[in-house]
């Protein structure tokens, strides 16, 4: 079997090229944020690069999702290293107004590229790319500016908006446990938008707590089949406690 | 100057509308007050759209998790029974409509129940987050907010000026002044703040609400 298991944040994304489509996991809390694979990212340099994220980054600055308000890693650092072309999202802006993000002010000057996805349709438009379903009419949206250029249907007596499947080059992902095989377990609110993105992309990488060897991990707790999963990086000092 | 119920009141009139047995998702600011008010005797299991449902209170600082913390980042605690999903879950329990209630703020809602809460054309963007699938997928919707901005604007309209989160999704609205349904046939005033009069509440309102017959003073 191939080897997952990589040394290092850096070698685990070293071959990023510019232009690429990457999926970065996590609802925007710190502990489900692979912070290290961002920041390797960031180091790694890859320009032009379209996001697939939840948020655009700015609430780890600002320390919303964190224990005592301790600022953490997010998007925005990738931002502010002008790496960012597009991002394809639900949360673009700050979660407060009066300190806007870095994304924000790059979008608000012209200079980045931004598509609204309400945050079950961007999970689903996940999910579908993931399973190699096409596209789906969902309800969410329609009759707002969602709704501008998107073929409609009348289905079960709902307006419903056509939505395509988004796929992804690379996915930079969180979670709590992997074996060497790639099997995954989360703690807490971990899952979030990690366990769907996992399944979406050419090369899924794991920033994970632990490492295990196979069998010591319960295949009944298994959450993410090793089956999605290349590569894996163990980060132990930042072990969730 | 009249007195205005405060956030943490609106946010306790607002937890009086959960039955007991119902699965409720709280917006962020006085929505998510109200999970502290939850009437004795009803079991309310609360969802939060990061993944995790039948969370409990904030538990005291060396209890905390990072990772137990809801979508608002306010640390819960664990409550037998508690389960945690991932996304595309989550949403599926929003938008297929196995969430009974959602409690939400708004910046605007018209006569008909449309609501708009992501963004005001100044700003130039905003955030949709879950408010979209929250707003037309859970059972029913509760806006909790001030009557008027500080600056005194309506926001109880006949038509919303802000771009849309949903339309005709909101069934009652709990302000710092009045609880107001929505009907087929209009708005309808069931309640006023101690001291707020029908016509003091009117003025603040554009559209032309009808009155209950069974109007009260708001119970605090």
Redesign the interface.
């Known amino acids: 079997m191939k080897n997952k298991v990589f040394a290092s944040f850096r070698e685990a994304v070293a071959d990023i090229p510019d232009e690429s489509t990457v999926m970065i996991g996590g ?6 944020k692979p912070q290290n694979l961002i920041r390797a990212l960031r180091d790694r340099g890859a320009k032009g690069l379209t996001m697939i994220v ?2 655009a980054g700015g ?1 780890g600055s600002l320390g ?4 005592g308000g301790k600022p953490f890693v997010d998007e925005e650092i990738l931002v502010a290293n002008r790496q960012i072309k597009k991002a394809i999202c ?4 700050s ?1 407060v ?1 009066s300190k806007p993000s870095a994304f ?1 002010k790059q ?2 000057a012209g200079q980045v590229e ?1 598509e ?9 438009r ?2 579908a790319g993931g399973a190699g379903v096409g596209a789906f009419y ?9 709704e501008n250029g998107k073929e409609k249907r009348v289905i079960d007596g709902r307006e419903m908006l056509l939505e395509f499947a988004l796929r992804a080059d690379y996915a930079l992902i969180k979670a ?1 446990c992997a074996d060497t095989m790639g099997n995954l377990v ?11 993105m996992a399944t979406a992309a050419k090369i899924t990488i794991v920033e994970v707590e632990r490492i295990v060897a196979p069998g010591e991990m319960d295949p009944e707790t298994v ?1 993410t089949p090793g089956i999605f999963v290349d590569r894996i990086v163990e980060n132990p000092r930042e072990a ?2 | 100057m009249k007195e205005r119920l405060d956030r943490q009141t609106i946010a306790l009139r607002v937890a009086r509308e959960f039955e007991d047995g119902a699965v409720v998702n709280l917006g962020g600011g006085i929505p998510a007050l109200a999970a502290n008010f939850v009437p004795e005797g009803r079991n309310v299991t609360f969802h939060a759209e990061n993944g995790v449902l039948g969370f409990g209170g904030v538990p005291t600082e060396d209890e905390q998790k990072p990772y137990y913390l809801g979508a608002n980042g306010i640390p819960f605690s664990p409550l037998p029974g508690m389960s945690f999903f991932n996304h595309a879950d989550s949403f599926a329990m929003i938008r297929g409509g196995h969430i009974d209630a959602s409690v939400l703020g708004a910046l605007q809602v018209s006569e008909k129940g449309d609501l708009a809460n992501w963004t005001f054309p100044e700003r130039g963007i905003g955030n949709i987050g879950g408010a979209m699938d929250l707003a037309g997928g859970c059972g029913r919707i509760i806006v909790a907010m001030e009557h008027t901005t500080p600056k005194g604007q309506l926001k109880i309209l006949k038509k919303c000026s802000y771009p849309l989160t949903a339309a005709h999704c909101v069934k009652l609205i709990v302000t710092d002044i009045a609880v107001i349904h929505v009907t087929p046939e209009g708005l309808v005033l069931s309640e006023t703040a101690p001291g707020w009069t029908v016509e003091e509440v009117q003025a603040r309102t554009e559209p032309k609400m009808l009155v209950s017959p069974d109007l009260k003073e708001i119970e605090l």
């Open positions: 609802f925007g809390h710190a502990a489900d939840n948020g609430s919303i999702g964190s224990l639900s949360v673009p802006a979660l107004t924000e979008y608000l931004l609204y996805v309400p945050q079950g349709t961007l999970a689903e996940i999910r969902t309800p969410t949206g329609a009759g707002t500016l969602i709590w989360y703690r807490g609110i971990m899952r979030s938008f990690n366990a769907i959450v969730t406690p």
